[in-house]
């Protein structure tokens, strides 16, 4: 009927699979929030215009997806969802969700994105990152039990945003006599430059006009960065003392990054150093699979409508078994050694057709040219049929007025006898002209 679905393809669009998603009406939509060669971030719309939905991420195929985000914010209306990548850190994004009434207990920190900038709040930008900034991240908030519609602050992550100390200081600049509406920053691409313009508007009472005004941070940061200026950082680091310290996604990364205290400019050749690792396997890299995790527990359990039942699965037009203990390893996870959950995989010894495509079982081989002979033939002449039904009922007409036009205008000029009664037998016929709407 009206369901509809995602196939993907990993060949160039030789074959085509179907995703693992749930099937969507035509009110609702799937929308693909970010991918890359290890996974693909999936909203797939709630029915009804409830402006919510679930996030599902794929594996390195894009084929089996796991649930990952429950009432997802993202608007019918627009088309606004506050899905951020976090591009200066690995594994990092940002988004919004639409908590149930009176499930709100506490306060947080509420972030303003696209959502809050589509409802004219006043907020100049998105949240700001940088792949050369290494973890910092610079974005417009409030503190509260929801997303506020008053001035935001500004907050920064890691200790850091645009002020040389990595925020440990802040000074105040007069950049204009005339106050103005801030609506923007902006460096060049690559965030290499050390000129920043700051982007807003002033508004008088006649009019409104643009102003921008450039900051040369050159002139205030004259020493280039020496070796001794750096020093090494782990990202996501939050016990020193675990061997799994800073791992996301089976590996961990170690950067050279400035001090705290270092007023120094990088230069425009700078690229970031970093130092992959990877790490054992623990079960934090591993999905569940016909299982589920209890509260406050990383072990799978079985989900009790499969116990005692066999998972069967089709591969490559053969049936096999998997037995399992619930674990798969998340997608794009590049951890090795340590954890590894068993998993076998059985061949049943029979032929199936995957339930994905369709789900009739292969039929007997028969020989299938009588038939495409007899469906050609019949082709050929409903198309000869049509081609002759065409030029008499339907183009006959047009012709024949314009051929007796031509003959009626040819005898008038050479007194040919006869053109009244042509004219006679024509009295009752309507004519149709070139310039005729009908």
Same mark, same amino acid.
């Given at each position: 009927?009206s369901?509809?679905?995602?196939h993907?393809?990993?060949?160039q669009?030789e074959?085509?699979d179907?995703?693992?998603?749930?099937?969507?009406g035509?009110?609702?939509?799937y929308?693909i929030l970010?991918?890359?060669?290890?996974?693909?971030f999936?909203h797939?719309d709630?029915?009804?215009? &409830?402006?919510? @939905?679930?996030?599902?991420?794929?594996?390195?195929?894009?084929? /089996?997806?796991?649930k990952?985000?429950d *009432?997802? !914010?993202y608007?019918?209306?627009?088309?606004?969802?506050d899905f951020?990548?976090?591009t200066?850190?690995?594994?990092?994004?940002?988004t919004s969700?639409?908590?149930?009434?009176?499930?709100v207990?506490?306060?947080?920190?509420?972030?303003?994105?696209s959502?809050s900038i589509s409802?004219?709040?006043?907020?100049?930008?998105q949240?700001l990152t940088?792949?050369?900034a290494?973890?910092?991240?610079?974005a417009?908030?409030?503190?509260?039990?929801?997303?506020?519609?008053?001035s935001?602050?500004?907050?920064?992550s890691?200790?850091g945003?645009?002020s040389?100390?990595?925020?440990?200081?802040?000074?105040?600049?007069?950049?204009?006599?005339e106050p103005?509406?801030?609506?923007?920053?902006?460096s060049?691409?690559?965030?290499r430059?050390?000129?920043v &313009?700051?982007? @807003?508007?002033r508004d008088t009472v006649?009019?409104q006009?643009? /102003?921008?005004?450039?900051?040369?941070? *050159?002139? !205030?940061?004259?020493?280039d960065?020496?070796e001794s200026?750096?020093i090494q950082?782990?990202a996501?680091s939050?016990?020193?003392?675990?061997?799994?310290?800073g791992?996301?996604?089976?590996?961990?990364?170690?950067?050279?990054?400035?001090r705290?205290?270092?007023v120094?400019?990088?230069g425009?050749?700078y690229?970031?150093?970093?130092e992959?690792?990877?790490?054992?396997c623990?079960?934090?890299d591993?999905?569940?699979f016909?299982?589920?995790?209890?509260?406050?527990?990383?072990?799978?359990?079985?989900?009790?409508?499969?116990?005692?039942?066999?998972?069967?699965?089709?591969?490559?037009?053969?049936?096999?078994q998997?037995?399992?203990?619930?674990?798969?390893?998340i997608?794009g996870?590049?951890c090795?050694?340590?954890m590894?959950?068993?998993r076998k995989e059985?061949?049943?010894?029979?032929?199936?057709?995957?339930?994905?495509?369709?789900?009739?079982?292969?039929?007997k081989?028969?020989?299938?040219?009588?038939?495409?002979a007899?469906?050609?033939?019949?082709?050929?002449?409903?198309?000869v049929a049509?081609?002759l039904?065409?030029?008499?009922?339907?183009?006959?007409?047009?012709?024949?007025?314009?051929?007796?036009?031509?003959?009626?205008?040819h005898?008038?000029?050479?007194g040919?006898?006869?053109?009244?009664?042509?004219?006679?037998?024509?009295?009752?016929?309507?004519?149709?002209?070139?310039d005729?709407d009908?």
């Amino acid at each position: 009927g009206s369901a509809r679905m995602i196939h993907v393809s990993v060949d160039q669009g030789e074959t085509w699979d179907m995703a693992q998603l749930p099937t969507v009406g035509h009110e609702q939509f799937y929308s693909i929030l970010s991918a890359n060669n290890d996974m693909v971030f999936m909203h797939v719309d709630e029915p009804g215009d &409830s402006g919510i @939905g679930t996030i599902y991420v794929s594996d390195d195929r894009g084929i /089996v997806f796991s649930k990952s985000l429950d *009432r997802h !914010l993202y608007t019918t209306t627009g088309g606004d969802t506050d899905f951020t990548n976090i591009t200066s850190l690995r594994g990092v994004y940002m988004t919004s969700v639409l908590a149930e009434d009176g499930s709100v207990q506490t306060c947080s920190l509420h972030l303003h994105a696209s959502y809050s900038i589509s409802m004219k709040l006043n907020v100049p930008m998105q949240p700001l990152t940088e792949t050369n900034a290494v973890g910092i991240i610079l974005a417009h908030g409030s503190v509260g039990g929801a997303v506020s519609v008053l001035s935001p602050d500004v907050y920064v992550s890691d200790d850091g945003g645009f002020s040389t100390d990595e925020g440990q200081c802040w000074h105040v600049h007069n950049f204009t006599d005339e106050p103005i509406y801030f609506t923007g920053l902006a460096s060049e691409p690559g965030a290499r430059s050390m000129n920043v &313009s700051l982007w @807003g508007y002033r508004d008088t009472v006649m009019n409104q006009y643009w /102003v921008s005004i450039t900051i040369d941070f *050159r002139r !205030l940061i004259s020493r280039d960065c020496q070796e001794s200026d750096y020093i090494q950082w782990l990202a996501h680091s939050s016990d020193i003392s675990s061997p799994t310290d800073g791992c996301i996604l089976g590996y961990k990364e170690r950067f050279l990054r400035l001090r705290k205290d270092s007023v120094c400019w990088n230069g425009r050749d700078y690229s970031v150093t970093k130092e992959p690792t990877t790490c054992p396997c623990t079960l934090s890299d591993f999905h569940d699979f016909g299982f589920y995790h209890e509260d406050n527990s990383s072990v799978c359990v079985e989900q009790p409508d499969l116990i005692g039942h066999s998972l069967e699965f089709c591969l490559h037009g053969r049936k096999e078994q998997l037995q399992t203990s619930g674990y798969r390893k998340i997608a794009g996870d590049h951890c090795k050694g340590g954890m590894t959950p068993e998993r076998k995989e059985i061949d049943l010894s029979k032929k199936c057709v995957s339930n994905l495509l369709r789900t009739e079982q292969l039929s007997k081989q028969f020989n299938s040219g009588p038939i495409i002979a007899v469906v050609i033939a019949v082709l050929l002449i409903s198309s000869v049929a049509g081609v002759l039904f065409i030029k008499k009922y339907v183009c006959g007409g047009r012709f024949l007025v314009h051929r007796y036009s031509v003959l009626q205008q040819h005898a008038e000029a050479n007194g040919i006898d006869g053109v009244d009664d042509l004219e006679t037998l024509e009295a009752g016929k309507t004519h149709y002209h070139d310039d005729s709407d009908e």
